[in-house]
């Protein structure tokens, strides 16, 4: 079956670094996405994973574990814009299967 | 580019009543996607297509109805509306297949009523 975990809600202070885990279970994983939703607004891609290990890229770095299904988004020196929604989206086989998504609000 | 156009950004319904979802893209991808998101629920796939003259099934079609005419252009139907459409509406384009990043149009926020 598809079944995809991430936390409903978290909160942090400016500047501060924050970790959002997205653990999965799936019949054939192909690989892992990340996309931020601004409220009102439509995701935008932050990364995609499906070798092990660390992707970074500037202040954003996502974590990928095949053998455990789990993988986390790592935003550092977090800004006020980075108030948002955070999804993790799972290839399994042949679809694409997204999260219910994570809210993060930074608090000055 | 403008990337992916939607219409209407915002739509009322009464019950029963149909509508089409006007969806453009002009970065030449052979992909499009359609989704609807509800209030704290992740994206559910409604239908899709890898290229002219294709479109597929997604997660939750019952309802609605597609075509892909050109490579540009992906509508969605609603016929006979329920309050159970109520959502918002995202069409989306790949350059290719799933492993890659979709690009998310505006989205249409539907109300039936």
């Known amino acids: 079956g598809q079944n995809i975990d991430q936390p409903t809600e978290m909160t942090a202070t400016e500047g501060a670094i924050v970790q959002i885990n997205c653990t999965y279970q799936?019949?054939?994983?192909?690989?892992l996405f990340w996309y931020q939703q601004h409220a009102g607004e439509a995701p935008t891609f932050l990364s995609y994973?499906?070798?092990?290990g660390l992707e970074e890229k500037g202040r954003f770095s996502s974590f990928l574990s095949r053998s455990k299904g789990y993988s986390y988004l790592l935003l550092k020196e977090l800004q006020m814009k980075d108030s948002a929604s955070y999804l993790c989206?799972?290839?399994?086989?042949?679809?694409?299967?997204f999260g219910t998504g994570t809210r993060l609000q930074v608090f000055p | 580019n403008a990337g992916v156009t939607q219409t209407p950004k915002f739509r009322i319904l009464k019950i029963g009543q149909s509508m089409t979802l006007q969806c453009t893209q002009d970065?030449?991808?052979?992909?499009m996607y359609w989704y609807r998101q509800d209030p704290g629920m992740g994206l559910k796939l409604i239908y899709y297509s890898v290229g002219a003259g294709i479109t597929d099934k997604g997660e939750v079609p019952n309802g609605y109805n597609v075509s892909r005419s050109t490579t540009e252009d992906f509508p969605l139907r609603l016929e006979l509306a329920a309050p159970s459409q109520t959502s918002v509406y995202f069409c989306a384009s790949s350059s290719l297949g799933l492993d890659y990043e979709q690009f998310f149009g505006p989205g249409t926020r539907l109300t039936v009523l």
């Open positions: 970065m030449n991808h052979n992909y």
């Open positions: 799936t019949s054939g994983f192909n690989g």
């Open positions: 989206a799972v290839i399994d086989t042949d679809k694409l299967i």
């Open positions: 994973n499906v070798l092990d």
